[in-house]
């Protein structure tokens, strides 16, 4: 919203009004739903303080903090706020039809987003209609702080709600997919920096256009402060992802590249992985000297066995020349018993 001096910079033919007159004819001609005093803060004039116009407004830290709680209050009170929109229209409905006089549910209610303002005010915290942006930087600083809170508070009620088991796991994962899961702090962080570079895009844009233009330059700059938010918050990720490609990629060159991929394959076929670790961490003495069992006959997992099979399909050469070795060991092994004798010496038993 442009503050009161430059609309009088757009509008030159109301320098005569003086700026509590102007503020309020401005109030009740185009923004009669909204409280006067907030109206009044965004541009530019402190309540109750006559037409003292204040140059500048609370600061950028207290209005980029003032952004952000203002969307966690409306996130939190929105069941509230949308359901008490929908009975005060109906109510106007019943009144315009039937003559009636049934009093609004004032905006105050109790579990409404200003409802929830007030609380937090009634601690210490400052209310955001009470923090003025009467400067450019300041109002982009409370889009800044919009932004985020509006891309993190959904997410953190919806993963919040999950958890506790208070909403379906079907409608848990439609929130997820909306709004994100907060499965990790990366994911959070990712989701506040694209809600925030589009609260900056969204709030510059609107400061650079005149009064008419400034819903169409809000959702422009808001779709492109967000693409430059998403583009710097997966640079990183897209930076780790490329370097794992390039390691996997070239992991066959080196022995240790190929003993990884052997043990990811190992683990990744392996019926009990636990128990093949545990196997082969602990391996017996050779039962026949210079058999060399393989990994399947080692451990006896039957999903190593099924890969052992496919590898001697493809290579039934390598197998063919391990069981001859690990024959020619046997052999060995038996011909070591014994070196000479003849079975046809031995003592036959006595005749009872």
């Known amino acids: 919203m442009a503050s009161l ?31 006067e005093d907030e109206f009044r803060s965004k541009i530019g004039l402190r309540s109750g303080n006559g037409t003292e116009q204040v140059p500048g ?28 929109g929908a009975i005060n229209l109906g109510a106007r409905g019943i ?31 400052p209310e955001p209609k009470d923090i003025m942006a009467a400067t450019t930087g300041e109002r982009i600083a409370r889009g800044m702080g919009e932004g985020v809170g509006y891309a993190v508070a959904p997410e953190a009620a919806f993963s919040g709600l999950a958890r506790a088991g208070a909403m379906s796991p079907r409608f848990a994962e439609i929130g997820g997919r909306l709004f994100g899961t907060g499965a990790s702090v990366g994911q959070v962080a990712g989701n506040a920096v694209v809600g925030g570079a589009s609260g900056i895009g969204a709030s ?8 008419e233009w400034k819903p169409i330059a809000g ?8 693409f430059a938010g998403a583009l710097a918050a997966t640079t990183p990720q897209f930076a780790r992802a490329a370097g794992r490609a390039v390691g996997e990629f070239a992991a066959p060159l080196t022995k240790s590249g190929r003993e990884s991929l052997a043990a990811a394959q190992i683990r990744d076929n392996a ?10 961490e602990d391996l ?10 393989t990994t399947f006959q080692l451990t006896g997992d039957m999903g190593l066995g099924g890969l052992e099979r496919g590898a001697q399909t493809r290579r039934p050469e390598i ?9 020619n060991a046997r052999v060995s092994a038996l011909g070591g018993v014994q070196a000479e004798g003849a079975p046809e010496k031995l003592r036959s038993p006595p005749v009872p």
């Open 95 to 125: 009144n315009a039809v039937a003559g009636t006089d049934i009093s609004p549910i004032p905006s105050d209610s109790f579990g409404g987003s200003e409802s929830i303002s007030g609380m937090f005010g009634a601690v210490g915290v």
């Open 5 to 35: 001096a430059e609309i009088r910079q757009q509008y030159p033919q109301y320098e005569d009004m003086s700026d509590e007159a102007l503020a309020g004819a401005l109030h009740a001609k185009f923004y009669s739903d909204m409280p």
């Open 204 to 211: 510059a844009a609107m400061e650079a256009v005149p009064e």
């Open 271 to 280: 019926t009990d992985p636990q128990a093949v670790r545990m196997a082969l």
């Open 284 to 293: 017996p003495a050779d039962l026949v000297s210079g058999s060399s069992p």
């Open 319 to 327: 197998f063919n020349q391990r069981r001859a070795d690990q024959n």
């Open 219 to 226: 959702i422009a700059g808001g779709m492109g402060g967000g």
């Open 57 to 84: 407004g609370d600061g950028l830290a207290l209005n980029a903090t003032a952004g952000l709680n203002n969307a966690i209050y409306s996130t939190l009170g929105a069941p509230v706020d949308l359901a008490r």
